[in-house]
């Protein structure tokens, strides 16, 4: 079993805040379930949890994936800037 089944992800660009974000949402039951957002303008990373029953080992795969989708890419190539390690 995959650790995503059940989710699906999807990305974006927001404008009028200045960054990118990365939705999960819980397609069973069509609700999102977390949210990470990358500001371009802070270099910040920002994660809200919408659902409270996401197991942790998918929250944990999310935030790895959000690190390594949203925010620019580092001096070494295909490594975000501060993607976090196991």
């Known amino acids: 079993m995959d650790v995503a089944d059940g989710y699906e992800m999807l990305m974006g660009s927001d404008a009028a805040h200045g960054g990118m974000y990365l939705e999960l ?4 039951r069509g609700k999102l379930a977390l949210w990470a957002f990358y500001s371009d303008a802070e270099g910040s990373f920002e994660l809200e949890r919408h659902r409270s029953d996401v197991p942790a080992d998918v929250e944990k795969w999310f935030v790895r994936e959000a690190h390594r989708r949203l925010p620019p890419m580092g001096a070494e190539p295909g490594v975000p800037a501060d993607c976090p390690r196991d």
């Not at 949402?25 to 069973?28: F, H, I, N, Q, T």
């Open 25 to 28: 949402w819980d397609r069973p």
